[in-house]
């Protein structure tokens, strides 16, 4: 059991909208803690997507983009493409558990 | 060009150890945090630990306390894990990142990983 809640599974055709939502509590995301997205593409090492809630490292595309609200984080993905399909983590820090923690992860299925 | 290459990976059989390295390049080594995170066979990510810049605070995550080591070497620009009393459980790839601790805790970028496989 993740401390960071995601769905297992979304998805969408491409081109459409999708959202990935990421629900912690008052000891991560409620306490303030930023929110952190990363992009696993099949057999490969993560790579990081959002920082900070909702910035984009260099390279990233403006498809992707990222937001904050109360115990809540979400990673929204527009204009889907094919090579989106991937699993996405979120991650925060836990203060409770004195850790970094991840949620269990999002398989994102390009229909 | 920011690069992290993991090494020492393999088959152990359980109670065994295993040391695992990390060489970086493309950036100061010395300036940044440095963690561990693994990722079990068809499951997440999970934090294993983390050591600042001049190793003088260390972290872990509780499943690992006491019997794994974090350390690094700045002259050498490597990281290490070293893995005692291994488990079943510690079945996982490897990955070393660098931790922008001091930011905000997130990790950028991330090594391609070394597989450990705790069995007899």
């Known amino acids: 059991q993740s401390v960071l809640t995601q769905p297992p599974s979304v998805s969408g055709a491409p081109g459409q909208r999708v959202t990935i939502s990421c629900t912690g509590s008052s000891s991560n995301i409620g306490a303030g803690y930023d929110v952190h997205w990363y992009q696993q593409l099949p057999g490969t090492a993560p790579k990081l997507l959002i920082y900070g809630n909702s910035n984009r490292p260099s390279g990233v595309p403006d498809r992707f983009s990222g937001s904050k609200s109360g115990t809540s984080a979400s990673l929204a993905i527009t204009g889907l493409q094919a090579e989106d399909e991937a699993d996405y983590y979120c991650q925060s820090y836990d203060s409770s558990l004195s850790a970094r923690v991840f949620g269990g992860g999002t398989k994102l299925t390009v229909l | 060009e920011v690069q992290l290459v993991e090494s020492g990976g393999g088959l152990v059989q359980p109670g065994g150890s295993l040391r695992l390295s990390c060489a970086a390049s493309?950036?100061?080594?010395?300036?940044?945090?440095m963690s561990w995170v693994r990722q079990a066979p068809g499951k997440g990510l999970e934090w294993v630990a983390n050591?600042?810049?001049?190793?003088?605070?260390?972290y872990y995550v509780d499943s690992v306390k006491g019997r794994f080591t974090i350390s690094r070497d700045n002259a050498k620009n490597s990281l290490y894990l070293q893995m005692n009393s291994l488990r079943a459980e510690d079945t996982a790839v490897y990955y070393c990142a660098r931790d922008e601790a001091a930011a905000g805790n997130w990790f950028d970028p991330w090594g391609q990983g070394t597989l450990v496989t705790v069995s007899s």
């Open positions: 493309g950036f100061t080594f010395s300036s940044y945090w």
């Open positions: 050591i600042k810049q001049d190793g003088s605070e260390k």
